[in-house]
């Protein structure tokens, strides 16, 4: 099941940790891909995990340049900015300096509040 099993199987973990009794469902959407077997393995993974977790309610495909999608265009780059430091972090092995994309990504937090929300999405 690739790469869609491992991205349900973190939700499912971080949601366990983060939310126990999960007070509401959950819709995913994913940015519409021209690819069949793509939307197909996405289709089948999420499921598989519905089977056994009610809380997953729906799986859907946008276009991130319709308006009412622009919200992946967001997450997109909220992941991409985890992940960028997260990987510079990991190669350095210290934490990385904040920057003004940081602040604007994660809200306003003061240098010290927002180093250690990052420290704890990490689970630093």
């Not at 819709?27 to 089977?51: L, M, P, V, Y």
């Not at 265009?73 to 210290?94: I, V």
Request: net charge negative; hydrophobic share 40%; with cysteine.
């Amino acid at each position: 099941m690739g790469c869609f099993f491992e991205f349900f199987t973190a939700c499912l973990e971080e949601l366990k940790i983060r939310l126990p009794s999960l007070p509401d469902t959950i819709s995913f959407i994913f940015e519409n891909k021209k690819d069949d077997g793509w939307h197909f393995e996405a289709h089948r993974t999420f499921n598989f995990f519905q089977k056994t977790e009610p809380g997953f309610s729906a799986i859907d495909f946008g276009n991130p340049l319709v308006p009412e999608f622009i919200p992946l265009q967001a997450a997109d780059m909220f992941a991409y900015r985890l992940r960028e430091r997260q990987s510079n972090e990991f190669k350095s092995g210290k934490l990385e300096p904040l920057t003004p994309l940081d602040y604007a990504l994660w809200g306003n937090f003061k240098p010290d509040e927002l180093t250690e929300h990052l420290q704890n999405l990490f689970g630093k």
